[in-house]
C-alpha cells in the first residue's frame, strides 16, 4: 500500500459508514436496539479509521489540495458538494460524540433528539465524502 492508495480506502471507509449508518437507522426503526447500538458503534470505528487516513495523507502529501477536473455545470454542482460536505464533515465532529455520550448516559430523550439532526448529516458526509473521491479520482480527474 501506498500514500496514493489512501483516497481510495478512505473512500470505502465512508461506503462501509454509509451501510452502517444504514442498518443501524433500520435497526432503530424496528425496534432492535442491541443490533443498533452495535451497529453505531461500528459505523463510529470505521469513521475513526477515516479520519485517521484522510489526516494522515494530507500530513504525508503536505496538505496538497486534489484538483478537480470538471468543468461547466458538474464544476458548479461538484463545488456546492464539496463546499456543504467540508461545512457538514466539520460539524459532526462535535455532533457525533455528543449524540453518543447522550445513549451512554443512557439520556435516551436527548440522544434520540440529538439523533434527529445528527443522523442526517452525517449519512451525508458519508455518501458526499464517496462522491468526492469519485469525482476526482474517477470520474473527472484533472489532467496530471
Known sequence: MTVSDIPALNATLNG????????????????????????????????????????????????????FGGTGLIAK?????????IILAASIAY???????FAIRGDFERHK?????????????SITG???YFSLYQWWPAAR
Open 77 to 85: 454542482i461538484y463545488y456546492t458538494m464539496l463546499i456543504s460536505h
Open 16 to 67: 462501509v459508514a454509509s451501510l452502517l449508518l444504514t442498518a443501524g437507522f433500520i435497526f432503530i426503526k424496528t425496534g432492535r436496539k442491541d443490533a443498533h447500538r452495535r451497529t453505531m458503534m461500528a459505523a463510529c470505528f470505521v469513521s475513526v479509521i477515516f479520519l485517521i487516513g484522510y489526516v494522515a495523507h494530507k500530513i504525508l502529501v503536505q496538505g496538497v489540495h486534489t484538483p
Open 130 to 132: 464517496v462522491l468526492v
Open 95 to 101: 455532533l457525533v460524540p455528543r449524540t453518543f455520550l
Open 113 to 125: 433528539a440529538w439523533a434527529k439532526y445528527t443522523f442526517p448529516i452525517w449519512y451525508y458526509v
